[in-house]
């Protein structure tokens, strides 16, 4: 019976809460209950055949996680990395990934009247956006991590775990 009042008490705290971060001028927001935790770039290994944005694998603490770049994913130009990139380990559908980041900023509450949904400019605009926050007089474009991957991208990924 404890266990179930703090899994809804755990849900509660993580409710409306983001984890937000900028690539380049624009700053995003991902769901915190799907952060597993913050790390700085680590050493990375190539891995032949996989997509550019998929930059290869990295060893955390004996535990193999693919990292992707979040910029390339979005088909920005890439940007040397420097002391502030950071990379956002997530886990999705039991798969920790790595998503390379410029800067991380801070954590929002953004509650759901306070997000509108991304305009739709053709059928596959925004597709990795599921809305836009208002924080204050800012906003964040709130990333969709069930999209970040495909299916196939998601089984071939799953390997490395």
Sequence with gaps: MNEVVLDVL???????RFLTFEIGE????IEIKFVTEIIGLQPIT???????YI?????????????????????KAFREYNDRT?????????????????????????????????PELSKNSN?????????????????DCHKLL???ETENLSNFS
């Design 10 to 16: 755990e849900e509660d705290t993580q409710k409306d």
């Design 26 to 29: 624009e700053s995003y927001g």
């Design 46 to 52: 190539e891995v032949p055949e996989l997509p550019e």
């Design 55 to 75: 930059r290869g694998i990295i060893n955390l603490r004996g535990k193999i996680i693919p990292v992707m770049d979040v910029r390339l994913r979005f088909k």
């Design 86 to 118: 950071c990379v956002i380990v997530i886990d999705i559908d039991d798969i920790s990934i790595g998503l390379i980041v410029d800067r991380v900023s801070e954590v929002l509450t953004i509650v759901e009247e306070e997000i509108v949904p991304p």
């Design 127 to 143: 597709k990795y956006i599921k809305g836009i926050g208002k924080s204050g007089t800012d906003v964040k474009l709130l990333i």
């Design 150 to 152: 495909n299916e196939e």
